[in-house]
Structures are given as structure tokens and as C-alpha cells.
């Protein structure tokens, strides 16, 4: 079985090395950056897999908080644990809002950090796990609903007549509620077949997706009538919106 990476952002040299030690003797692979620039460019980096970020709030530059939000914005949803010698409620509320997965405040215990560690690799899905069988469902290369066409395979999105840029991700999300009409889609659902990871992950990028993706195909994005919001179960895709009165 392949050794779970983990990258450390610490820029207190002596504590980033323990860190890295003790992590390395759980017989964890290892990478130690200083900053947040250098942290990103291994997540953006094809070469390099990680599967969880050690990362400390107050780094030179660049802020753990930017650091994460960045990481989010692409539709990352590798686990986060936040350190941080700050420990304001609001400081903690922030690094989740920004999409952490966990904070700590230091000082922390060793054995309390390496039991985060262990939870959060575990419930990503990084560990081998029983794999569904699930009904194939239509291929859509291209649609049109409302006052949105999309060409899932030259990646043109045109809305009210506009050309608009969409990531991959928000296409890769907007195709899946295309292929899956009508059907209340669970937020977890989404996570293992969009993002590809496991459902029982702690995260805010299907909420922050789903507010994105409203902006650009919905003509009133705080009052929806394509990707509706259906309460404590998910979200479903209908095409066919009623006419909104004059």
C-alpha cells in the first residue's frame, strides 16, 4: 500500500521538522515547505500527489488562510488541518469558512495531532474501500436550458447570448446535475462523483461551488429555478423553469 503524503507548511523551522519526524515515524511521507507560494505550487504541481496539508496560519507573505482558500477556489478537497497560535473563536471560524477541515492551537499535543491526522485520511477516502455499482447514466456533450447553452466538449458556455468562462470543475458539476435531471442529488453523492472523494468529508466546496454555479446560469441566483436547493436532502437540476411573471 502507498504511504499517505503529507505536506507540512510551517515556517517555524524547529517545529515544521518535529513535525515532519514524528510524522515520517508514524511512516507517513513527508514534504516540509516554509511558505505559502511553494505550498501551492506542489498542490498545482501533476507530478506530485498529496493527501492531506499540514498548515499553519501565520506564514510570511502569504497567510494560511489565502493559502486554503486558493487551494479551495480550484475545487480541491484535500484535507486541511489548520495550526494556529491564535485562538479567538473568530480566528477558528474563519479557517473553516475559508474550508479547513480541522484547527488546532498551539501548543497541541502530539498524540492529539496524529489522531486528527489518522480521522482525516481515513474519512477522504484515501484508504481502500468498498466501490458501488452504480447504473450508468446518458452521456451529454451538449444543452440548453433556459438562457444557458453548454458544449460540455469545447468547454463554450454561453449565457444570455455572452460567452462566459467556467472552470473544469464548475463544467464537471454543472454536467453531472445535467446527466442527472430532476433527481435530488446528496451533497455527498456529489463529492464522491464530482470531487471523487469520500461523502463523509468535511468541506465546503460543494456549497461554495453550488453559490458559483447559481451566479452564472441562474438569472436571479438568490431566488433559483435551476438548481434547487431541496432542504436536508441535496440539490436537484430541473431544465424546464417555470416562466417567472411580468
Known sequence: MTRPHILVVEDEKHLG???????EAENYRVTLVEDGPTALRLVDSASVSIDLIVLDLMLPGMSGYSVCESIRSQGLVIPVLMLSARTLAEDRTRGFDVGANQYMSKPFEL????????NLLQISGREAGNVAIKKPRPVVDQFQFG???VDFETHEVIVSGATVRMTPKELKLLRYFVENPNRVISR???LSEVWGVSGNLQTRAVDQFIARLR??????????VHLLTIRDAGYRFV????ARPN
Do not use: Q
Open 17 to 23: 521538522v518535529g513535525i515532519k519526524y514524528n510524522l
Open 111 to 118: 498524540d492529539e495531532l496524529l489522531s486528527r491526522i489518522k
Open 147 to 149: 438562457e444557458v447553452k
Open 188 to 190: 455527498n453523492e456529489l
Open 215 to 224: 451566479k452564472i446560469i441562474e438569472v436571479e441566483p438568490s431566488s433559483p
Open 239 to 242: 431544465a424546464d423553469s417555470p
